[in-house]
């Protein structure tokens, strides 16, 4: 098996792939992609800085380097990415809250990241800076079993991921939809000279798990409807038992119109944002922990330590040991409230 792909071009990525995958997003309507350039690479890990590095200026150009920035609570591989290449080409810049003043701070330079569906509050969100900032929005949780789709996504550049829309995080194979040809060429370049393209083999093997999961659209295997089943089940769940307590919290989410499904469906996350709200659990992760429920700590986003993020992407086993915990700790609070006596 070469390196390259057999359409003749001596490229690193399928022809036949790229097709299929523009099958499936025309067929969901999740994205525009008539009008798009198409980059593989090993996961959207990979795209994060690909795609920095092809919005910022040349390493050798007069320009300062572009400033990378996202809105808290944001995705913290987009900060951890940024830092860790710390090319001469783009810095970390912190949140947008430090740059969202327009009228005092020029947006020119600045290349910001959007998350919608976010991770990890599971908000819809659009670009905050405005003006010139380029913009890379991550829709990889934009597909119907973890949101409604209101509209096909239109951005210039958008990152996907398969992990998500079939589960295969293992295989590590994500996407870019690029408007701007030029960007899209440097993206490209910047995969083929790290990695010389994405697996061949991941690529085979996403060719068929794509071919699948089109066969089956709006039929009895619908992976979407059946995962938005499964996780709009996990999610009355969970909110159910919350709702009983004062001592946490969860996002709220309200069922909205889908137009992959022609009705309105309800939430279906794949995230619970979880805020504590007693005074003494400053820190909701260590409070969680103490009831022996895995999370991961909101100070990681830049957001306030009172918040933490609950998976519910797990086995049902899984999902049922979490049930339990969470039940446990609401119950328990009636036995922590003044007054109350067990005799």
Not at 15 to 44: C, T, Y
Not at 152 to 168: R, Y
Not at 311 to 318: G, H, Q, R, Y
Request: net charge neutral; charged share 25%; glycine share 6%.
């Amino acid at each position: 098996m070469s390196y390259t792909t057999t359409d003749g071009h001596g490229l690193f990525q399928s022809v036949e792939l790229e097709r299929q995958i523009r099958r499936l997003h025309s067929a969901v309507g999740n994205a525009v992609v008539d009008d798009k350039h198409v980059v593989f690479a090993a996961g959207s890990i990979q795209l994060i800085n690909a795609l920095v590095h092809a919005l910022s200026p040349d390493a050798d150009a007069a320009s300062p380097p572009a400033r990378v920035v996202a809105t808290a609570p944001y995705y913290p591989t987009y900060r951890t990415q940024t830092k860790m290449f710390d090319g001469r080409e783009y810095r970390w810049g912190g949140t947008t809250a430090l740059w969202g003043n327009a009228s005092r701070n020029s947006t020119d330079g600045f290349i910001e990241f959007v998350t919608s569906p976010n991770n990890p509050d599971a908000q819809l969100y659009k670009p905050v800076l405005g003006g010139s900032a380029a913009v890379i929005v991550d829709h990889a949780y934009y597909w119907p079993h973890f949101t409604h789709i209101p509209a096909p996504a239109d951005e210039d550049v958008m990152m996907f991921t398969m992990s998500k829309p079939s589960g295969h995080a293992g295989s590590r194979f994500g996407w870019a939809l690029i408007r701007d040809q030029d960007v899209a060429k440097r993206a490209n370049k910047y995969v083929q000279d790290s990695i010389m393209g994405a697996s061949r083999d991941t690529q085979l093997r996403m060719l068929g798990i794509v071919k699948v999961m089109l066969a089956n659209l709006h039929g009895e295997e619908d992976i979407f409807a059946f995962g938005h089943g499964v996780m709009r089940t996990r999610w009355r769940r969970l909110n159910a038992v919350v709702s009983r307590s004062r001592r946490i919290s969860l996002q709220k989410m309200a069922p909205a119109y889908c137009t992959y499904f022609k009705r309105i469906r309800d939430p279906s996350p794949a995230y619970a944002w979880v805020k504590c709200e007693r005074e003494e659990d400053e820190d909701c992760h260590e409070a969680m922990l103490k009831a022996k429920i895995n999370t991961r700590p909101g100070v990681l986003n830049e957001a306030s330590s009172r918040y933490t993020r609950i998976s519910l992407l797990k086995s049902d086993d899984d999902f049922e040991a979490l049930m339990e915990r969470v039940t446990d700790l609401v119950n328990a609070e009636r036995y922590d409230a003044p007054g109350f006596s067990s005799m």
